[in-house]
């Protein structure tokens, strides 16, 4: 899924638990995210004199391997007759420094280009916060990292191993903290634990 590489990027455990594990854990920002999509995907589309809106496009590649669907494609006519399509990805929170949503709404341009054999030059990512687009350029460096990301992704599954837990900043708003425990799930806290049981 292409989900997974946003996952795998913000952290690859999470990506394990989810996509190998098949575990799911809600907290208010994920339910945030998944009414924000209820609501994008049940759009339909729209028809304007230069451009189509599509919601909810299933896509895939064959070359990398993903599939997934687009929250919204827009299809902008240009001078040549041809429409053009930039996959906009709606996002709850407000935009990151990392390249994690910049990846996932990559991966959709990857799959647009490989199935209507075209370039996508660009796309947009919608925050709901700030309520606001940011544009995406799709340069050389982030398809490079969309590609990378997605043969990392690709041996996680095929190595059927969930990482062991490592504990920063970005923790504390996963939805999986309280099945992750990763301030006292390492294996050196986890036997210094068992230790002081066994000898009470």
Known sequence: MI?????????PR????????????????????RILHERVHGGGKESRRTMRVEFDVP?????LGIIGRADIVEFHLQEDGHWLPLPVEYKRGRPKKDDTDRVQLCAQALCLEEMLQCEVQQGALYYGQKKRRVEVFFDTDLRANTSKTAM?????LKERRTPPPHYNKRCENCSFIATCLPKVASQKQVGKYLQQMVER
């Open 59 to 63: 896509i895939r590649s064959l070359k």
């Open 3 to 11: 989900s997974a590489l946003q996952h795998y990027l913000f952290c």
């Open 14 to 33: 999470q990506c394990a638990l989810i996509h190998i594990e098949q575990q799911w854990q809600e907290n208010r920002f994920t339910a945030e995210g």
């Open 152 to 156: 990392a992704v690709h041996t996680l």
